[in-house]
């Protein structure tokens, strides 16, 4: 089996992360003071979803799970005053206090859902594997089926709009799904030249479009996305995510991070690359930007790494979480709080760092 992450594995073989052993950690420099961090069990819906017919049929839908918030969360993001999270089992929940409490909605399908993400007119987009695809117009209470190919054998792992109407579905062995009509349907398009697993994309302050994968993959696009271009790579291992500046700190450098603890800094839109020391040997699977726009780096064996110094530059707090499981992303709440999700679902968390 080819090397791959905490994410792709989840969502091909279950929770085993390809052997990897759980890092021994000595102790940490920084704390993160729990608030709320056993969230409220969810409120189960009395309807159930039926499979959608014919070839985009889902098989057996979602089960409705009390403690699917204490379960698989791979992706969660901001919908008007919604939180909505995916994950393991088909699992979709949605929160409307911050994440303090959750529902979970009639899903068609019991597969992995790793990435979630917004089209035109408030359409909300939903990936996994099977490179299933499905669609709701009502804010995440329904769903349908708009593309499935089980044969393929290739989850997706991302998914990125770069107008409301036109979007990429990125996935294992370089598949990528286009759609030009808010998600209604997808389409195969071939971006470069290899099956590198694509885990992450985003649209730079420059404009640009930057997409990071297995083998140290770099995809650049300065044309809104109609052409793509392979950057040269500072690392040839695996790119989990990418962290852009922010309008707070713009001159903080654009970030790319993944296996290893390993990350690399740009400051002139991903020509050239500077690693940037962490001192762990933690992969490294999402991150997001404190208010005052330092970074915060989320991975393996609960690992959260935090940025102490606000000006640019990098002076690294390292937090573990009790339970020390894998952690992929995280949400930006009020008051300096974040919503952290992972292997063992959701969590609240106050994260302080100070030098």
């Known amino acids: 089996m080819r090397p791959s992450s905490f994410k792709t594995f989840c969502v091909m073989a279950g929770l085993a992360l390809l052997g990897w052993p759980f890092a021994a950690l000595g102790p940490t420099n920084a704390a993160a003071q729990d608030n709320n961090a056993a969230p409220a069990p969810i409120t189960v819906p009395s309807s159930s979803p039926t499979s959608t017919p014919g070839s985009l049929s889902g098989g057996e839908p979602a089960f409705m799970a009390p403690l699917a918030s204490q379960a698989l969360i791979l992706d969660a993001i901001f919908h008007d005053d919604m939180i909505i999270a995916v994950g393991d089992r088909g699992h979709i929940l949605r929160s ?18 790793t990435a979630i993400n917004k089209a035109a007119q408030d359409r909300l987009i939903v990936a996994g594997h099977d490179a299933v695809i499905m669609v709701s117009d009502d804010q995440g209470a329904s769903w349908a089926i708009v593309h499935r190919e089980p044969d393929w054998e290739q989850p997706i792992l991302d998914l990125f709009f770069i107008t409301p ?45 930057l997409i990071a994968g297995e083998f140290g993959t770099l995809l650049r696009s300065q044309d809104d996305g109609e052409t793509w271009d392979e950057l040269d790579s500072p690392y040839g291992g695996t790119f989990f995510g990418i962290a852009t500046p922010t309008v707070s700190q713009p001159d903080e450098p654009l970030l790319v991070f993944g296996l290893q603890g390993n990350v690399f800094a740009s400051n002139d839109n991903g020509d050239s690359w500077t690693p940037i020391a962490t001192d762990i040997p933690n992969g490294l699977y999402d991150a997001v930007r404190t208010d005052d726009g330092r970074a915060v780096l989320l991975g393996h064996g609960g690992m959260i790494l935090v940025d102490r110094d606000p000006s640019p530059g990098f002076d690294w707090a390292s937090i573990i979480r009790p339970a020390r499981k894998p952690l992929a992303g995280a949400l930006p709440l009020e008051d300096g709080r974040f919503l952290i999700y992972g292997e063992t679902g959701v969590e609240i968390l106050r994260v302080e760092a100070t030098p």
Request: aromatic share 8%; hydrophobic share 35%.
């Open 96 to 113: 409307r206090d911050q994440g303090q409490s959750w529902e979970q909605s009639p899903v068609p399908v019991s597969i992995p859902l």
């Open 165 to 209: 109407d036109r979007g990429l579905a990125l996935g294992a062995y370089g598949l990528v799904l286009e759609t030009t009509d808010g998600g209604a349907s997808w389409a195969e398009r071939t971006l470069f030249d290899g099956d590198s697993h694509l885990y992450a994309s985003t649209r730079l302050p420059s404009g640009d479009l």
